[in-house]
């Protein structure tokens, strides 16, 4: 065949290049999905085989005709089988992660399966769908990803109607340290049951650490759809093999600063941020990499592990009446009870699953009537600890009794303030010290006052990169907005020192927001000479208490209302970092921005909004 004539690639490789482009243009939708899983799993498996061998090359470029003609064969032997669709819903990027895991399985299967943004789903199409499969998490206290929110709201409206014809399997992913665990993939599960569709396997809910979890579950997956191909295989045979995408080997090591296999880094330097005087003690923490195998990109986050308080753990033994020696046996290690409490357990984010245990090890049942009320537990277990709990039920636990009771200490995840580009070798953080009164008990935040009084220069601390994929610079040269309050500024630093490393050309707005600007401007030389550099293009500032009417960063969102709109009518990406009440307050604000600037209803102001986010144009990181 000729590659001249017509311009076209010929596959010279195989053995009857005719019958196969044959094949190809007479082929329907799903016998292409088909064969786009059946190649995939082929080229998977060869990928492996060759990089074991060692001959990457040779046998990448010079495959054989007689293995050609052998997925011809195959091609004709191997049933046609139905196309799952997979959504992903995400915000961090972890269902994404799943959904390759899940893809990478069916490709080595032979089961045809399309993956899809849930943002660029039709929602409309589930009225369509036969077999649908969703990955999908939980954004905070409950609420669907920005990507989902679309998708969400359309299957619980009256639109959709039955879908008795739907096959459907659904795994959530969320954190148990908040309330509503998995509630955004557990609502959907219900809700489409409840429209008459048909669950192909129970719902799965992963907590952070979501790898275990969800390779369990999509081996069940798997081994049922293999069953209703009428495929004989065992899932004890499903190996996994995670693929990841490709980068330079100096740059990337993948084995090491993931949840699941922290790094050490070492402390350079910590700096109190804020002016003498001010309400707030915000930390500037540099970390170095000296051997310069972590890799991270502006809008992830550290994972950082600690101590906790000793303070607190003095007045727990105290309550318990323990001398802190006594021997215990916590996640099958034997250690003193003191040990456990500042080293292993979780002694200051209260959940549901704590709670159910303490009632199961205590007797007190009472207990479960807050368990069993989402709403008076949130209000219960808001600004208390362990100890709380104990004295508000007057709980004497022994040691062992203690231990049995607790979950592992949960990192904390702090917003990376720095560029690898423009920081080589070293990560940047912005801590805000946590300090509030609590039942007559001051109380600070575990990890931000580890970091505040426990290390100096020269300490070791263990910590991983948490990926956030959907907190990302535009791939264009797209004008972004950046909305952030307190240590909300962090990624945004990240983002200015990375345009500044790249030469990128993006026209840039600042709106922030503290208290004060003579104690609380974060960064300002920084940002002082971003702009002077014109890489700051815009900087917009709110002190909400240096005059008697606070001002927010909404409120200088909306005096700069039409130059705003403007800018995201052009295509800037938008970014808000910071509290959820501000996240929702800016919201609403962009929102009239839009009606009022365009002069359209409430409704139709939505509808672009949700374009936006489509467009995967509007970012979040909210705590």
Same mark, same amino acid.
Request: aromatic fraction near 8%.
């Given at each position: 065949?000729?590659?001249?004539?017509?311009?076209?690639?010929? @596959?010279?490789?195989?053995?009857?290049?005719?019958?196969?482009?044959?094949?190809?243009?007479?082929?329907?939708?799903?016998? *292409?999905?088909? *064969?786009?899983?059946?190649?995939?799993?082929?080229?998977?498996?060869?990928?492996?085989?060759?990089?074991?061998?060692?001959?990457?090359?040779?046998?990448?470029?010079?495959?054989?005709?007689?293995?050609?003609?052998?997925?011809?064969?195959?091609?004709?032997?191997?049933? %046609?089988?139905?196309?799952?669709? %997979?959504?992903?819903?995400?915000?961090?990027?972890?269902?994404?992660?799943?959904?390759? &895991?899940?893809?990478?399985?069916? #490709?080595?299967?032979?089961?045809?399966?399309?993956?899809?943004?849930?943002?660029?789903?039709?929602?409309?199409?589930?009225?369509?769908?036969?077999?649908?499969?969703?990955?999908?998490?939980?954004?905070?206290?409950?609420?669907?990803?920005?990507?989902?929110?679309?998708?969400?709201?359309?299957?619980?409206?009256?639109?959709?109607?039955?879908?008795?014809?739907?096959?459907?399997?659904?795994?959530? @992913?969320?954190?148990?340290?908040?309330?509503?665990?998995?509630?955004?993939?557990?609502?959907?599960?219900?809700? !489409?049951?409840?429209?008459?569709? +048909?669950?192909?396997?129970?719902?799965?809910?992963?907590?952070?650490?979501?790898?275990?979890?969800?390779?369990?579950?999509?081996?069940?997956?798997?081994?049922?759809?293999?069953?209703?191909?009428?495929?004989?295989?065992?899932?004890?045979?499903?190996?996994?093999?995670?693929?990841?995408?490709?980068?330079?080997?100096?740059?990337?090591? $993948?084995?090491?600063?993931?949840?699941?296999?922290?790094?050490?880094?070492?402390?350079?330097?910590?700096?109190?941020?804020? /002016?003498?005087?001010?309400?707030?003690?915000?930390?500037?923490?540099?970390?170095?990499?000296?051997?310069?195998?972590?890799?991270?990109?502006?809008?992830?986050?550290?994972?950082?592990?600690?101590?906790? #308080?000793?303070?607190?753990?003095?007045?727990?033994?105290?309550?318990?009446?323990?001398?802190?020696?006594? =021997?215990?046996?916590?996640?099958?290690?034997?250690?003193?009870?003191?040990?456990?409490?500042?080293?292993?357990?979780?002694?200051?984010?209260?959940?549901?699953?704590?709670?159910?245990?303490?009632?199961?090890?205590?007797?007190?049942?009472?207990?479960?009537?807050?368990?069993?009320?989402?709403?008076?537990?949130?209000?219960?277990?808001?600004?208390?600890?362990?100890?709380?709990?104990?004295?508000?039920?007057?709980?004497?636990?022994?040691?062992?009794?203690?231990?049995?009771?607790?979950?592992?200490?949960?990192?904390? !995840?702090?917003?990376?303030?720095?560029?690898?580009?423009?920081?080589?070798?070293?990560?940047?953080?912005?801590? /805000?010290? $946590?300090?509030?009164?609590?039942?007559?008990?001051? +109380?600070?935040? &575990?990890?931000?006052?580890?970091?505040?009084?426990?290390?100096?220069?020269?300490?070791?601390?263990?910590?991983? %990169?948490?990926?956030?994929?959907?907190?990302?610079?535009?791939?264009?040269?797209?004008?972004?907005? &950046?909305? /952030?309050?307190?240590?909300?500024?962090?990624?945004?630093?990240?983002? &200015?020192?990375?345009?500044?490393?790249?030469?990128?050309?993006?026209?840039?707005?600042?709106?922030?927001?503290?208290?004060?600007?003579?104690?609380?401007?974060?960064?300002?030389?920084?940002?002082?000479?971003?702009?002077?550099? +014109?890489?700051?293009?815009?900087?917009?500032?709110?002190?909400?208490?240096?005059?008697?009417?606070?001002?927010?960063?909404?409120?200088?969102?909306?005096?700069?209302?039409?130059?705003?709109?403007?800018?995201?009518?052009?295509?800037?990406?938008?970014?808000?970092? /910071?509290?959820?009440? =501000?996240? +929702?307050?800016?919201?609403?604000?962009?929102?009239?921005?839009?009606?009022?600037?365009?002069?359209?209803? #409430?409704?139709?102001?939505?509808?672009?909004?949700?374009?936006?986010?489509?467009?995967?144009?509007?970012?979040?990181?909210?705590?």
């Amino acid at each position: 065949m000729d590659t001249t004539s017509n311009n076209k690639p010929a @596959l010279k490789i195989m053995g009857n290049n005719e019958f196969i482009e044959d094949v190809i243009k007479k082929a329907s939708l799903e016998e *292409l999905y088909w *064969l786009h899983g059946l190649l995939s799993g082929i080229i998977g498996t060869r990928t492996q085989q060759i990089f074991q061998a060692g001959s990457a090359t040779a046998t990448a470029s010079s495959p054989s005709t007689a293995g050609a003609t052998v997925l011809v064969e195959e091609m004709h032997t191997v049933p %046609v089988t139905e196309t799952y669709t %997979v959504l992903f819903a995400t915000q961090s990027g972890n269902s994404r992660k799943v959904a390759k &895991m899940l893809e990478a399985k069916a #490709n080595e299967n032979n089961i045809p399966v399309k993956v899809l943004d849930i943002a660029d789903y039709p929602p409309h199409q589930i009225k369509k769908e036969k077999n649908l499969i969703i990955i999908c998490s939980t954004q905070g206290e409950g609420d669907p990803p920005l990507s989902a929110e679309e998708f969400y709201a359309y299957i619980h409206s009256n639109k959709v109607g039955k879908l008795d014809g739907l096959q459907y399997a659904v795994l959530a @992913l969320g954190d148990k340290s908040y309330v509503n665990f998995c509630k955004t993939g557990k609502d959907i599960d219900e809700r !489409l049951h409840a429209l008459g569709a +048909k669950r192909i396997i129970s719902r799965a809910d992963c907590d952070v650490n979501f790898k275990p979890t969800a390779e369990k579950w999509i081996n069940e997956l798997i081994s049922v759809l293999l069953e209703k191909q009428n495929q004989t295989r065992s899932s004890t045979n499903i190996t996994f093999h995670t693929t990841t995408e490709a980068a330079p080997a100096a740059a990337r090591n $993948l084995d090491i600063f993931t949840r699941e296999k922290p790094g050490t880094l070492t402390v350079n330097e910590i700096i109190h941020l804020n /002016g003498r005087g001010s309400i707030k003690d915000t930390l500037h923490v540099e970390l170095a990499d000296e051997k310069q195998q972590i890799f991270y990109q502006p809008g992830d986050s550290l994972g950082i592990y600690f101590r906790n #308080n000793s303070l607190l753990v003095d007045e727990i033994l105290k309550y318990l009446k323990c001398d802190g020696k006594e =021997m215990v046996i916590y996640q099958n290690v034997q250690m003193s009870i003191r040990d456990c409490l500042e080293q292993k357990a979780e002694l200051t984010l209260i959940n549901r699953d704590f709670l159910t245990k303490l009632a199961e090890v205590s007797g007190k049942t009472e207990i479960n009537d807050i368990i069993n009320d989402t709403g008076k537990l949130s209000e219960y277990i808001y600004g208390r600890d362990i100890l709380d709990v104990l004295q508000d039920y007057k709980i004497k636990f022994k040691a062992q009794q203690l231990a049995d009771t607790l979950y592992p200490i949960q990192p904390r !995840l702090y917003s990376i303030a720095s560029s690898p580009l423009y920081q080589e070798g070293e990560v940047h953080l912005t801590i /805000g010290k $946590l300090q509030y009164q609590f039942n007559q008990r001051q +109380k600070t935040g &575990m990890c931000s006052n580890f970091v505040a009084t426990e290390l100096k220069p020269g300490d070791a601390v263990t910590a991983f %990169v948490h990926e956030n994929e959907g907190f990302r610079l535009p791939s264009d040269n797209a004008p972004i907005i &950046m909305i /952030g309050q307190g240590t909300g500024i962090a990624p945004y630093r990240a983002f &200015m020192q990375e345009i500044e490393a790249r030469g990128l050309s993006n026209k840039t707005w600042l709106f922030f927001g503290n208290p004060h600007f003579t104690t609380d401007f974060l960064y300002q030389t920084d940002w002082q000479q971003w702009y002077k550099k +014109k890489l700051l293009t815009r900087i917009d500032l709110a002190w909400s208490r240096d005059q008697a009417e606070k001002i927010y960063v909404q409120h200088r969102l909306k005096q700069k209302a039409r130059e705003v709109f403007e800018w995201i009518d052009d295509g800037a990406h938008i970014y808000l970092c /910071g509290g959820k009440k =501000m996240g +929702k307050d800016v919201q609403d604000t962009i929102l009239s921005i839009i009606q009022d600037i365009k002069n359209i209803s #409430n409704d139709q102001a939505k509808e672009y909004l949700k374009n936006i986010k489509r467009q995967h144009r509007y970012h979040e990181d909210l705590y």
